[in-house]
């Protein structure tokens, strides 16, 4: 699986941005997708997660209310609409996909966009 994820940028505080997530290769199906983030000189972080259905959700508290994740199964993507964006969003943001055997963690991970937020 390759994973490119796209869609950051420099954006003022309260603004929006929606990230994508493009995967490539047949082990795209059936596998639960999260969005994580790093930020300078901090830990990467768990920001969203969604099952292959699309019927499950989660979100880091962060994010709740804020971002929204979803997918479009058919053309193998991965989004992260997010909105009300804070400074401390500021980040490199990476899409990820799950291991086949659910929550055992992610073994495919993309390059990552920069997100950048002004206060």
């Known amino acids: 699986v390759q994973l490119q994820a796209s869609g950051g940028g420099l954006v003022q505080g309260g603004g929006s941005l929606r990230l994508s997530c493009a995967a490539s290769?047949?082990?795209?199906?059936?596998?639960?997708m999260g969005w994580f983030r790093q930020a300078p000189g901090k830990e990467r972080e768990f920001v969203a997660g969604?099952?292959?259905?699309?019927?499950?959700?989660y979100y880091a508290d962060s994010a709740k209310g804020r971002f929204t994740i979803s997918r479009d199964n058919a053309k193998n993507m991965v989004y992260l609409q997010m909105n009300n964006l804070k400074p401390e969003d500021t980040a490199v943001y990476y899409c990820?996909?799950?291991?086949?055997?659910?929550?055992?963690?992610?073994?495919?991970w993309g390059q990552g966009t920069q997100v950048t937020v002004s206060s």
């Open positions: 990820a996909a799950g291991k086949p055997v659910l929550g055992t963690g992610y073994d495919y």
């Open positions: 290769g047949r082990a795209f199906e059936g596998r639960y």
């Open positions: 969604i099952t292959w259905s699309g019927d499950s959700t």
